[in-house]
């Protein structure tokens, strides 16, 4: 089973940045972040395979948003820099991927943390 533990969410003011992490317990083959503000959809923000090959940046976050990896997909990081207030959302990271299912639609994701905060004040 896969557990994950994200951190590193917190309120920062625009064009700030922050780093999230996740730590995944258990083998997955591909992490995503994802993210859901309120009243929205939840929607991926940034996915990468284990092996550190194959990332995808949501175009929104391209150019601002770099997810990596290290220890074969153990520890997934989201660096987040030039924060605007629409990013503000819970984001989650996401494992254990259905190969047969769309790389960015959470319903392919079996295991999902807790979530973490992320607030950006203009």
Known sequence: QVRL?????GSVQARGSLRLS???SGYTNV???FRQARG?????????R?????????LSAMGRFTISQINAGK????????????????YYCAADFD????ILSQAS???????TQVTVSA
């Open 5 to 9: 533990r994200e951190s590193g969410g």
């Open 22 to 24: 996740c730590e995944v």
């Open 31 to 33: 992490v995503g972040w």
């Open 40 to 48: 929205q959809e939840r929607e991926a923000v940034a996915i990468i």
């Open 50 to 58: 284990s092996d550190g090959g194959h990332t995808f940046v949501n």
């Open 75 to 90: 520890n997934v990081y989201l660096h987040m820099s030039r924060l605007e207030p629409e990013d503000t959302a819970k």
């Open 99 to 102: 190969e047969m299912g769309h």
């Open 109 to 115: 994701y079996r295991a999902w943390g807790q979530g």
